[in-house]
């Protein structure tokens, strides 16, 4: 089983993954992991957050193009590997981060999910949904795609994919970091009992 955080910057993704992990593997065998990934493309990646060259819609497909080549790294070295043992994945970004955050930047949409087709589909997505305000006002330090103006467009983005995607939650993420977890492991209970 692959189970994907996602959201805005700020929304508490890393925070729920660990909690998520935390619980889950008390009861099953898991993996906990994230993107970019600590591969050498994925450190090419957090290089470029860091400082970035440009802010126009050419470089965001090329920063989106290094996240797929990640990705291939990613899933071929820790996502299959792990779930080849029997382990569920819990993943801090995945596919959809792509998209939305591509798409967000003016790049073509058949494009992004074109060049993703290939991966592993998630069996749960939870969307972490927060106010770009609120989610910023969390972030101590930026990169290149926090800003207000980019995170409401990338928000807006993701409320979208949602809609339009089996297997994804949007969960309300202002509520407290125990409320939103206690609302995730339940979807996450009733899933299993389902398999």
Request: glycine share 8%; net charge positive.
């Amino acid at each position: 089983m692959l189970i994907a955080f996602e959201g805005i910057d700020g929304s508490g993704k890393s925070t729920q993954a660990k909690m998520l992990y935390a619980w889950l593997s008390k009861r099953r065998r898991c993996t906990l992991t994230k993107e970019p990934s600590r591969g050498g493309i994925g450190k090419e990646i957090r290089k470029h957050l860091a400082s970035p060259i440009s802010t126009d819609k050419y470089y965001h497909a090329f920063i989106q193009s290094l996240f797929v080549g990640d990705r291939i790294d990613h899933v071929s070295r820790v996502i299959l590997p792990s779930m080849r043992k029997g382990r569920i994945v819990i993943t801090d970004r995945y596919v959809l981060s792509t998209v939305v955050y591509g798409s967000a930047a003016g790049i073509g949409k058949a494009w992004l999910k074109e060049a993703n087709a290939g991966f592993p589909k998630a069996d749960m997505t939870f969307v972490l949904d927060v106010s770009e305000k609120v989610a910023l006002s969390r972030k101590k330090h930026r990169d290149v795609f926090e800003r207000p103006s980019f995170s409401k467009r990338v928000r807006s983005e993701y409320l979208k994919e949602a809609r339009r995607s089996k297997g994804v939650f949007v969960i309300d993420a202002g509520k407290s970091p125990e409320e939103v977890h206690e609302e995730i492991i339940n979807i996450v209970s009733q899933h299993i009992k389902g398999k």
